[in-house]
């Protein structure tokens, strides 16, 4: 599908500030914005529809940013932003609360409310991933998410980290999804973001069924990923791990169209091809990466690699590592 992708260095350099400025109040909300980097302003955005919600990327150098109750009246989308903080530092304030934030933290604000934000990073770049949720489809008491306003909610555990990574991977991902992929994983986009804010006002009975039940599973995704190397990583160990029984975890997978000792088995594979494929880790011998993702057996292990690949793992090593060190080719791996 179509990424929109917009970057100051195609606009003249004496008209890059006021484009950004009106891009923002046209994409995001009508803000004002001031910076001391009006004559070197390089900054880019992008933009995702993702159906239910939109994704944007924004990269840009320090500046401060606020809504006021003027512009409000002006124009109101009605939207909450639950920022991912990929760069410097920053700062904001709204609601009668302030936070500072750095890298690795979500925070939440909303067009509906003055607020005042700030870069903190010098000279260094502010750069976020933006999930965009109209306020009127979020199934929780607006009174109680507006508790979460300006507050830095770090995201390097839990289902903090889960919709981190989630909305890093669909923003990576963008480019190759068609308009049903992205409707689906806007919906999933929103029942993580949904499911991260209950989890935070600990009224998690508040969501849809289905809400929960994809929050559950990436749950389970992240904690299978976690757990490869374990020999002893099965569908009875994934579910007591998450206090449901087996029978709830097959017919939880179901919908997927993909079991759980499937998914278990794929992503050992996936893992496993990948290091195959990597020239640092030629000397390493096949039997050791089958045994660092959890195969107890190299025959088992082979049998697996053949099935799915269509070729012995020495054979794709061996192509895959030849294919890296051709001449001309940069290409990590040409046997995919």
């Known amino acids: 599908m179509d990424v929109i992708t917009l970057h100051s260095r195609d606009v003249p350099a004496e008209h890059r500030f006021e484009w950004w400025c009106d891009l923002i109040s046209r994409d995001v909300a009508p803000t004002r914005i001031s910076t001391d980097h009006v004559t070197d302003f390089h900054a880019a955005a992008g933009a995702v529809d993702l159906g239910p919600v939109q994704l944007s990327a924004l ?19 009605e939207v909450y932003e639950l920022a991912l903080i990929m ?66 909610m770090p995201a390097r555990s839990g289902m903090g980290a889960i919709l981190a990574s989630y909305l890093r991977s ?53 904690f299978i990923d976690h757990h490869l ?19 709830s975890l097959h017919m939880l997978f179901q919908q997927r169209g993909e079991g759980v000792a499937a998914r278990i088995r794929r992503r050992r594979l996936e893992h496993c091809r990948a290091d195959l494929a990597d020239p640092l880790q030629r000397t390493l011998p096949i039997r050791a990466v089958a045994a660092r993702y959890g195969f107890a057996s190299a025959a088992d292990f082979a049998r697996a690699f053949r099935a799915a690949y269509g070729m012995p793992p020495s054979e794709y090593r061996r192509a895959a590592l030849d294919a890296a060190t051709a ?8 046997v995919r």
């Open 59 to 77: 990269s840009f150098p320090p500046l401060r940013s606020t809504r006021t109750p003027a512009l409000i009246r002006r124009s109101d989308p």
């Open 170 to 222: 669909v923003l990576r991902e963008a480019p190759a999804l068609d308009r049903a992929d992205a409707d689906r994983l806007g919906r999933t986009a929103w029942d993580l973001a949904a499911a991260f804010l209950a989890h935070r006002l600990g009224v998690q009975d508040r969501l849809p069924v289905e809400s929960r039940r994809q929050a559950l599973l990436a749950r389970i995704d992240t």
């Open 229 to 247: 190397s374990d020999s002893g990583l099965t569908p009875p160990a994934v579910a007591a791990r998450h206090h449901i029984s087996v029978r």
């Open 327 to 334: 001449p001309g080719d940069n290409r990590t791996c040409a």
């Open 87 to 152: 760069g410097s530092e920053m700062w904001i304030s709204q609601a009668r609360s302030e936070t500072r934030m750095r890298a690795g933290d979500l925070v939440l604000w909303e067009t509906s409310h003055p607020f005042d934000g700030r870069g903190l990073g010098g000279n260094d770049q502010s750069r976020a991933i933006i999930l965009h949720l109209p306020r009127a489809t979020l199934p929780l008491p607006a009174t109680r998410v507006d508790l979460l306003l300006a507050q830095a």
